[in-house]
């Protein structure tokens, strides 16, 4: 690919880590054999990798990065439980995945460190290009045997949001070092967090991976006020932030000061949401805009404002290189362009409780109909919230779990409604979605951004287009950065 690339080391484009598999090692690597930050989504890895290898595994991609693992001992066994030759049969249950707890020794870490390493590990393969995980503070179980799979695969960007990731820095040290590391997790009525404790010693069973390298990380925010903070001190500064705007696919902050929806139910967003970018710049640490920066001119305009350049997540979304089911994909596209697309920014239904965009698909868990005959369990867990028993010990729940079952935990009926279980959905989304008794298989829930001009420049007949293409249409911007009068 012939795109301008500029003189700094960083990139001016980082790919956004969308989803529950939409960022696939397919699509980061795509992106980063161009010079470009590929990024991989870092949630939900260890269901990824599992039902991969009971849907047969095919090209063998999964096998091959298993067998790369230092540890054989630990990858062989996963192989050999969850792989089977040709798939699953049609209708047939996908395994479970083993639900991660507080535990030091709870059996889901390993299986996530495994998962972390496959996907950074297959993203990597054959090329020099740079690659980055994403993760969510909110799912803070699994951030640290996460983050060290992805560490063992040489990662060289790790990027957090949706929360506060103060810790990340610190942890991002010590696992490089193979040292204990701790994290704080909030406990509902508990004052002080719950530590976690990770040691890497026990994965690695003796085995020397060999030196490993600290990524850069980058802390995903929406205004400079938490940039501000994280970069008070060494323990918590990060190596630069994505200034995320509310436009955002996925999650986003929900506004400053009271909640106010419009006639549409979404939040209403004010000039003190608007992120100032010289506070920004004046913080010393690169940074890059997120959120509607799909275009030449958005580039340009960043670059313009002193960032180092763009994330762009929903020009890839929908590249074929993307995870999202193909169907979805492509009537996400049409609708689109035949003007009939809704993305709602719904207040309530991620269980993280920030807004979550959701684009109104029949048979979607955006379709009414669809939501309301959906049977509620919470069989993955990753979002559930910790909270102190009466026994005294650490108990989990989630606003999108059966309602009794929340209630019945200390939650409130308040609490549960419009949640919709974003684990199992998003993980349909991508075609993987778990098959339940009476041939019922669970619906999608599809988030995008709320900016998707971009479709009639960069396939205004609603063709396939690839990842490269979305990165030389958007790089047009430094071409006409080079140009502009000095």
């Known amino acids: 690919m012939n795109a301008p690339r500029t003189t700094s080391e960083l990139p001016w484009l980082i790919q956004g880590g969308m989803g529950v598999g939409v960022s696939g090692w397919r699509l980061a690597r795509t992106v980063a054999r161009t010079g470009q930050l590929g990024v991989v989504s870092g949630t939900a890895l260890d269901t990824l990798l599992i039902r991969g290898l009971q849907s047969g595994d095919p090209g063998g991609h999964l096998r091959r990065a298993l067998a790369a693992?230092?540890?054989?001992?630990?990858?062989?066994?996963?192989?050999?439980?969850?792989?089977?030759?040709?798939?699953?049969?049609?209708?047939?249950?996908?395994?479970?995945?083993?639900?991660?707890?507080?535990?030091?020794?709870?059996?889901?870490?390993?299986?996530?460190?495994?998962?972390n390493f496959c996907e950074v590990w297959l993203a990597k393969e054959g090329h020099g290009g740079p690659v980055g995980v994403n993760y969510l503070e909110k799912v803070q179980l699994a951030t640290l045997p996460a983050m060290f799979g992805a560490i063992l695969a040489g990662v060289d960007y790790v990027l957090v949001g949706a929360g506060i990731p103060a810790g990340i820095p610190r942890i991002a040290r010590g696992l490089a070092r193979r040292e204990p590391v701790l994290a704080r997790v909030d406990v509902d009525g508990d004052d002080q967090p719950h530590e976690l404790r990770f040691d890497p010693a026990p994965v690695l069973r003796g085995a020397d991976p060999g030196p490993l390298r600290r990524p850069r990380v980058l802390a995903i925010v929406s205004l400079p006020a938490l940039a501000a903070y994280l970069n008070r001190d060494e323990e918590t500064r990060p190596d630069g932030f994505v200034v995320e705007g509310h436009s955002a696919g996925g999650h986003s902050a929900p506004p400053r000061g009271p909640l106010r929806l419009d006639e549409h139910g979404d939040p209403v967003y004010g000039p003190r949401d608007t992120p100032d970018f010289a506070r920004m710049a004046a913080l010393g640490l690169p940074f890059w805009i997120a959120g509607g920066q799909c275009g030449p001119e958005q580039v340009r305009r960043a670059r313009a404002l002193g960032a180092a350049g763009v994330q762009v997540g929903s020009v890839f979304a929908l590249c074929k290189e993307s995870g999202l089911e193909e169907g979805l994909r492509r009537e996400l596209i049409e609708r689109e362009l035949a003007g009939e697309l809704t993305v709602r920014?719904?207040?309530?239904?991620?269980?993280?409780?920030?807004?979550?965009?959701?684009?109104?698909?029949?048979?979607?868990?955006?379709?009414?109909?669809?939501?309301?005959?959906?049977?509620?369990?919470?069989?993955l867990g990753y979002l559930r919230t910790l909270y102190r028993t009466d026994g005294g010990t650490i108990g989990y729940r989630c606003p999108a779990e059966p309602p009794a079952a929340h209630v019945r935990k200390g939650g409130t009926l308040e609490e549960t409604e419009g949640r919709q279980c974003l684990c199992n959905g998003l993980l349909a989304a991508v075609g993987l979605g778990q098959r339940r008794p009476r041939g019922v298989v669970e619906p999608p829930v599809v988030t995008i951004g709320q900016d998707l001009g971009f479709l009639r420049h960069i396939a205004p007949d609603g063709g396939e287009y690839s990842a490269e293409a979305g990165v030389r249409w958007l790089s047009a911007g430094l071409v006409e950065e080079a140009s502009a009068p000095v």
């Open 345 to 379: 920014n719904d207040p309530a239904a991620s269980p993280t409780s920030f807004p979550f965009k959701v684009a109104d698909l029949p048979g979607t868990l955006a379709d009414a109909g669809t939501n309301a005959v959906r049977t509620r369990v919470c069989d």
């Open 69 to 115: 693992f230092p540890v054989p001992e630990l990858a062989g066994p996963i192989r050999d439980r969850y792989f089977v030759e040709g798939g699953i049969r049609e209708g047939e249950r996908f395994a479970a995945t083993p639900l991660m707890t507080a535990a030091e020794t709870c059996p889901s870490r390993p299986l996530t460190v495994v998962a």
